[in-house]
């Protein structure tokens, strides 16, 4: 069978369905497949049957089998999805009031050894396509009902893998799911998060079309990040933070830095004000997110009035807010995504 339709642009559509088809047929799979979310291609019934039976005879729709779904106390849900070639990868849904958030993948796996997270222990296994990236959006959305209009639906790039060492792809899921003929989300409600890919954060500043983009950070000095995310070794501080400063950021944005506290270890008041002073003079704001801890991890999670301490001396100088955990009790959480099972 051929290449799987979810993930193919406009163009791409119409040469699945053949050089005879009028144009308008390949805008209307487009707007099923993306915005009706079809889950399949018989109730797709703006086309014809006949069209209907030979694009399935050719082509698999390509939206992930849910294998499980963990449901969280605190309304969080984790699916683990089955891909088309049997690997499994995670996206989590988070609802909060009259927003939803889905963290999607962007590789099974991931290739960024950071210490404090459990999805690292995976090694990768391989990259996700442009459609097996759309796909969890698609599925997630349809499965819950999910209202985009209003800013009311929110996408993080923040489950298993490195984004941009899978950019081709991630760039083009980012064009569909932002299309107003196709998922029609705002460019303000898609987020792509990266360990400091530097040239690539160099690559994702030129494209036209782009999630805003979030920093990993996670310690105040070259040393201390290095042990805790090697790939500073490769990519190191100062020079991640001159591009930060020299990525070109949209009127309405900021940049957002990630900083995962571990206790005793990158929580002090001294890394507080180091974190200031290295970001003084980036538009940013910072999420300060406490360990959220799971089995072959070698770190702990601060006490509160340490994560309070740290977040004050923040805030004087840079908007700066603490990430509240959601879905610890099934292995939802940030960093937790390591197809960890449940019982109950």
Known sequence: MSQPL????????????????????????????YRGEAPDLVQISTLPVRMREDLARRHALGL??????????DG??????????GRTVETVLMPEGERDTICISSQVGCPVDCKFCMTALMGLERSLSAGEIVGQVLLV?????????GGRLNIVMMGQGEPLLNLENVVKATRILLDPAGFGLSPRRITVSTAGIIPKIEELGREPVRP???ISLNASTEEMRQELMPITRKYHLKDLVEACKAYPLRSWEKLTFEYVLL???????????????????LNCKVNLIALNPGPGIPYATPEPDRVASFHEIVRRSLPCFVRKPRGLDIYAACGQL???AVEG
């Open 6 to 33: 979810v993930g193919m642009d406009l163009a791409e559509l119409g040469e699945a369905l053949g050089p005879d088809q009028p144009g308008y047929r390949a805008r209307q799979l487009y707007d099923a497949i």
């Open 64 to 73: 992930p089998e849910i294998e499980r779904l963990y449901q969280s106390s």
């Open 76 to 85: 969080t849900r984790r699916y683990l999805l089955r891909l088309e070639d």
């Open 141 to 149: 959305a349809r499965d819950n009902r999910l209202r985009r209009e």
């Open 212 to 214: 805003k983009l979030a």
């Open 263 to 281: 206790r005793g270890v990158n929580d002090t008041d001294g890394d507080a004000r180091r974190v200031v002073r290295r970001l003084a003079n």
């Open 338 to 340: 390591k197809r960890n």
